[in-house]
């Protein structure tokens, strides 16, 4: 029997697009409505989310309490309308000023010279450091055309050329193109500033971020003279 009030069989396809659900497209079987699809595209972009992580990641969000997706996207939202570089550092920031440039706690006398600001957390982690820092915004690299001009490196000189400034740490990654960087800065910054580089030790080839606490503790504590 029927249930009253519901007429499954209204639906006819091809006559109007109708409320989102299940339907057939062009002879293979659409198995998702074209919101969950969208979300599922958008969530596969994201690095380390296959196509199935993408799909679990929906189905989780589609079985959340209402509130939990829509605080999702008004966090996303935000971040993308508000979150920029900071005018100092080149880290993220709101308003031109992230946290650690405005902190009077912080020492400015030392700035650590890191790839992007996913090197930050882990060096304030290790809890040796409380200067401030500098994002190139990437590495030296003539084979993905990465010159000089693209990364942050005069704003850096500006910065290594003021009073306050005696120390440039080069964190740059322990990779071929973050050792090149550091160099290059060094050669560049030779006779303005001191410069040092971590001490050796942290995993060749890896990220900063994936450097534990302790080591990239010790590389700090031991850096060396470049
Ligand atoms: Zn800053």
Known sequence: MPSPGH?????SPGSS???PGLAVV???????TPAIEALVAELSRLPGIGPRSAQRLAFHLLRSPSERPAALAAALSVVSERVGL?????SFAEDG???ICTDPRRDRSIICVVEEPSSILPIERTQEYRGLYHVLGGALSPIDGIAPEDLKITELVGRAERDE????????????????TALYLADALRGVVR????????????DLEHADELTLGRALAGRQEL
């Open 7 to 11: 007429s499954a069989t209204s639906a």
């Open 17 to 19: 697009p109708g409320p």
């Open 26 to 32: 062009a002879g293979h079987a659409r198995v998702l």
């Open 86 to 90: 900071c005018n100092e550092c080149f």
């Open 97 to 99: 000023e992230c946290p």
């Open 165 to 180: 400034v005696t120390e440039l740490v080069m964190a740059t990654n322990p990779t071929m193109a973050g050792e090149a």
């Open 195 to 206: 410069v040092t580089r971590l001490a050796s030790g942290l995993p060749v080839g890896a």
